[in-house]
T-cell receptor, first 112, second 119 residues
C-alpha cells in the first residue's frame, strides 16, 4: 500500500531534550512538508522540501530542523530551543506544484 | 498575505440533515487552488477536493458538493443527508506561491469547522 508513515504515534519527552519525528513516504512524491497543529487551530507550516538535499523554512521554523537525504524520508527534529513543542505534528507529501498534499497519521508530542 | 476564514467554529446537526460549511479566502494570486480536507478523530487529514481558480463549475461527489464563487471569494462545502461518520473537523485551504517564480508553494489553512452529526 502506498502512503505516508509517521512514527511514533505518541511521543513523550522531558524539557531540554531534542527529539526526532520520523516521516517516510512510498508515493514517489518529490515534495514533502511538516506542519504543526495546536488545539482549535489550523495547520502551520514548519519546513518543506521540494527535492532531495534541499529544504526551506516555513512560517514557524524556529526551534526545528530537518534533513532530506533520501526522497522517501523527511525527519523533523524538535530541538530544546523550541519554546512550546507540545503539539500534533503532521507530515505531508505531494507530487508537484499545486497538487494535493497527502498526510500521514501524525505524531502527538508531549514535552513536560 | 493570504488568508482563509472558516467562520463556523462548530456545527451540530442531526443525522440526515443537510449541512453547509463556509469558507472565505483572500489572495492576490491570479492562479490559485482551493482544497478541502477532513480530519476525523484519528487525526489524519483526508483530502477531499482540489479546485483551481479558473474552474467555477460546481462539483458533486456522492453526498458531497462544493460551490465555488470567485465573485465572493468563497468555496463552500455541503454534505447532503449527513451521517454520523461525517463527524470530523473540516479544513479549507488555499495554495500560496512561496517565491516569485511560483516553483514553491504552501497551503494556507483555515482554523477548521468541527462538525458533529448526532444520531
Amino acid at each position: 500500500d502506498g502512503g505516508i508513515t509517521q512514527s511514533p504515534k505518541y511521543l513523550f519527552r522531558k524539557e531540554g531534550q531534542n527529539v526526532t519525528l520520523s516521516c517516510e513516504q512510498n508515493l514517489n512524491h518529490d515534495a514533502m512538508y511538516w506542519y504543526r497543529q495546536d488545539p482549535g487551530q489550523g495547520l502551520r507550516l514548519i519546513y518543506y522540501s521540494q527535492i532531495v538535499n534541499d529544504f526551506q523554512k516555513g512560517d514557524i521554523a524556529e526551534g526545528y530542523s530537518v534533513s532530506r537525504e533520501k526522497k522517501e524520508s523527511f525527519p523533523l527534529t524538535v530541538t530544546s530551543a523550541q519554546k512550546n513543542p507540545t503539539a500534533f505534528y503532521l507530515c505531508a507529501s505531494s507530487i508537484g506544484l499545486f497538487s494535493e498534499q497527502y498526510f500521514g497519521p501524525g505524531t502527538r508530542l508531549t514535552v513536560t | 498575505a493570504q488568508k482563509v476564514t472558516q467562520a463556523q467554529t462548530e456545527i451540530s446537526v442531526v443525522e440526515k440533515e443537510d449541512v453547509t460549511l463556509d469558507c472565505v479566502y483572500e489572495t492576490r494570486d491570479t492562479t490559485y487552488y482551493l482544497f478541502w480536507y477532513k480530519q476525523p478523530p484519528s487525526g489524519e487529514l483526508v483530502f477531499l477536493i482540489r479546485r483551481n481558480s479558473f474552474d467555477e463549475q460546481n462539483e458533486i461527489s456522492g453526498r458531497y458538493s462544493w460551490n465555488f464563487q470567485k465573485s465572493t471569494s468563497s468555496f463552500n462545502f455541503t454534505i447532503t443527508a449527513s451521517q454520523v461518520v461525517d463527524s470530523a473537523v473540516y479544513f479549507c485551504a488555499l495554495s500560496e506561491a512561496l517565491n516569485s517564480g511560483g516553483s514553491n508553494y504552501k497551503l494556507t489553512f483555515g482554523k477548521g469547522t468541527l462538525l458533529t452529526v448526532n444520531p
